[in-house]
């Protein structure tokens, strides 16, 4: 047991050192052109300090979007054998991601119509995950806490549509902002329920192992609420409006999927804001090792999560 929590703790510690490292420095050379002598005077200055307000805003909301399907999921052996449902601890995976072409496809009707309009989306995110949580924590049955997880699983997906669709409004560095904290969502939230169950179990004692074990989950997802106030805050204070909105017409038009420049001395076929063209090698020797390296951080991710679960059901079983 000591050395299962030893290992969380580690990949935890990692974990925040590598995704802080990231906001810092890859933050500060893709927004500010690591190359330009003023970038120092652009941190300082109220755009700069806008930018990062901003980037912690959309990681918060990446984070915070997934964090109770990732602590759902790292619960999904203990609620099910908390409601005498061991053997069907699968389907909670299962329902977590059932309904999300659905929501998915929902929002991208929103954001069509362009309605309701964006903060309206937000606030109904909240109060989905709301709504999950309380519905998980309170279940008296195994289906009826699937249908719960159905409307977790369907926040978390309509959460990210949303944010992704949003983003348009921004430049496109956000979106490493967000994605940051999809990624760090996994790692947190298994770590917090592990938190929320040892403080669980202290508190919890007497009656039967379901009974004990329902207990610990309600004690893991009532802690986990106040999450949506922080989410509420990300988008409502922190973030700040884009200057302008997102209009196609301001754009060039393109032509074979590519931005036509019509500036003399340049390469026709090159895209606009690269100052040459890369080589078809070239450019599939760089997306090889892009998708190598995002291989690499999804299998470490997937193991992190696995060990972290296998970590969970090791402290509940033996402080039960």
Known sequence: LISHTLVVVVLFVVVVVVVVFRCVWFGVCDHTAYDNPKAMLFLKSREGRTFYANWVA??????????????????????????????????????????????????????????????????????LMIIGLLGVAFAPQFWIALMAILVVGCSSSF??????????YYPKEFVSAWSSGTGFAGILGAA???????????????????????????????????????????????LKSPAKEFTFEEHEPLLNGVQQDSAPGRREGCIKPRSYCMSQMHRILRCTKLVLWLTFNVCVCVRACVRVRACVCACVCACV
């Open 159 to 168: 959460g990210e549509s949303v944010t992704l669709g949003y983003l348009r």
């Open 58 to 127: 959309f990681f918060l909301l990446g984070t915070i979007n997934n964090l109770s399907y990732v602590i759902v999921n790292s619960s999904a052996k203990v609620l099910a054998t908390s409601l005498n449902a061991a053997n069907l601890f699968p389907l909670v995976t299962f329902a977590n991601v059932a309904l999300g072409l659905f929501a998915k496809g929902g929002s991208a009707v929103m954001t069509a119509t362009n309605y309701p309009r964006y903060w309206e989306r937000f606030y109904l995110n909240g109060l």
């Open 192 to 238: 917090l329920y592990i938190m929320f169950t040892c403080v669980a179990v202290n508190e919890v004692s007497g009656g039967s192992v379901t009974a004990e074990l329902k207990a610990i989950n309600q004690i893991a997802y009532f802690c986990t609420l106040p999450a949506v106030l922080v989410y509420w805050f990300a988008y409502f204070v922190l």
